[in-house]
């Protein structure tokens, strides 16, 4: 068996043996199953925990792997930081708060169709930075179309933003995206630091965005809205949860910009606003929001960590790293815009996570043998975050989004409304593209900011 000290002292090249043959072949299998979901309808958890199944017996038998070294894979930090933060969400969601903020801004914007959109794709990507973006979309879509209903306008444009701005608002922050929390934890990048290379960036993206949805949908936007507007008084629920909610969330904010001086976790910062949160909402039953937990997402990330963690032990991963190594030593900076453009096509296609997930222990596969590769982080976070808006399935909000559509469609009876994968195609990919030509300028002009240390 490869023990952790003999990794350590590999020298020389991998040569590819059958402990590479045997993990290849199960991830290769397993992610074929996970892309292609819509086809055999497998839910996602079943074909990774399957996979894991198989990785953790096949490495026995080779002995390259065992169920000791499958726990020790594991990302404990993003699995605990996302079942708390889905948690405290789970507290916020019922209290009205979210949809009290949405009905201020139809308010505000007095039937002014494109200061509607601008300002309610801000609120979804502040939201976005620290929750999930598919709660987000969750939360606003259907306010979005009672909006839009009151206006009688086409809810098409501002359900396109809402999911396109709450994926590039999860790029900024080290908690604002799945494949966020796995670099992060995997190279070791703080909060701070995350939001310091990532901020700028997804700034002028969020800026292209709102400009370039004014444009494609110049038609809607260039109309006075037929309603009256939305004279709804926003109302909370539950004002107080909702005041404890933001206050909690107010000091998570502070221990995560703390996090690296305190020596936490950032599971640990979101353990602890939970529980802070669970103790000042006493008068709730826990049991009601531990139901909440989308259990069967963190479920896949173990069995993806698991599957991942037997091809890094069988040393295939770091045969890659090693065929890739010569062309990121002579061109680094080409490097990191191909593999920004390369994350983003297959993130538009395939799902975010898994590609992270199978990504990861190349770069550090490469870093092992000496070579820099800190913008390689920067540019793998960029291009899984942006790239999921390039199709209508290219990210879970996306797929919310495009169903609510399709359903007010049906029940309006008007196809127009629906957002179908042409209009995503002509509409949304355009938008894509050019965010990402604005992200690789700068990834290119201010080339020695992402290219500086890490740590120290």
């Known amino acids: 068996m490869v023990t952790a000290a003999q990794e350590v002292i590999h020298q020389g090249p991998y040569v590819f043996d059958t402990p590479m043959l045997v993990s290849a072949i199960i991830l290769v299998a397993t992610f074929a199953a996970l892309f292609t979901e819509g086809l055999h309808h497998i839910h996602r958890t079943r074909v990774a925990m399957a996979g894991a199944g198989a990785m953790v017996i ?30 405290v969400v789970a507290i916020m969601a019922p209290t009205g708060g979210f949809e009290a903020m949405a009905y201020s801004i139809a308010n505000f914007s007095k039937g002014r169709l494109f200061l509607l959109m601008a300002l309610m794709g801000t609120a979804i990507t502040l939201i976005s930075m620290l929750l999930d973006n598919v709660t987000t979309v969750v939360i ?27 994926n590039a608002g999860g790029v900024a922050t080290l908690v ?10 995997a190279a070791g990048i703080d909060f701070n630091t995350f939001f310091y290379h990532m901020g700028g960036i997804v700034f002028c993206i969020w800026l292209g965005t709102l400009a370039l949805m004014r444009l494609v949908f110049n038609d809607t936007f260039s109309k ?72 069967s997402l963190l479920m896949f ?37 191909v593999l920004l453009w390369v994350s983003a096509i297959l993130s538009a296609a395939i799902d975010n996570i898994p590609f992270t997930a199978a990504m990861i222990p190349i770069i550090l596969g490469m870093e092992a043998q000496g070579i820099h590769v800190t913008p390689l982080w920067w540019a793998l ?35 127009s409304l629906a957002i ?20 690789t300028v700068i990834m290119v002009v201010f080339f020695d900011f992402y290219n500086g240390k890490l740590h120290g």
């Open 176 to 185: 604002g995206d799945p494949p966020n929390l796995m670099i992060g934890s």
């Open 301 to 337: 990330f173990v069995a993806l960590f698991v599957i991942v963690g037997g091809v890094e032990h069988s040393n295939f991963l770091k045969m890659i790293a090693q065929n890739i190594q010569p062309f990121v030593e002579k061109d680094l900076l080409l490097a990191t815009i």
């Open 420 to 439: 179908t994968p042409g209009l995503w195609f002509r509409k949304g990919t355009p938008i894509v593209i050019a965010t990402l030509l604005i992200a």
């Open 58 to 87: 096949a490495g026995q038998i080779t002995g390259f792997y065992n169920p000791e070294l499958a726990l020790e894979a594991i990302d404990w930090n993003v699995v605990l930081l996302l079942g708390a933060m889905m948690t």
């Open 224 to 295: 006075p809205s037929k309603g009256k507007g939305v004279s709804v008084k926003p109302v909370i629920k539950d004002k107080r949860t909702w005041n404890i909610a933001l206050v909690v969330m107010v000091l998570m904010i502070g221990l995560f910009i703390m996090h690296g001086k305190l020596h936490w976790e950032a599971w640990v910062v979101a353990a602890f606003g939970l529980a802070v949160l669970l103790l000042f909402t006493k008068d709730t039953n826990p049991d009601d929001y531990f139901v909440e937990i989308e259990l």
């Open 381 to 415: 976070s960029v291009g899984v975050g942006i790239g999921g808006n390039g199709t209508h399935i290219g990210a879970t909000a996306n797929v919310f989004v495009v169903s609510l559509s399709e359903r007010i469609a049906k029940e309006k009876g008007d196809p």
């Open 140 to 166: 606003f879509g259907p306010l979005i179309v009672l909006i839009c209903q009151a206006l009688k306008v086409t809810p098409v444009p501002f359900l396109l933003a809402a999911a396109m701005l709450s």
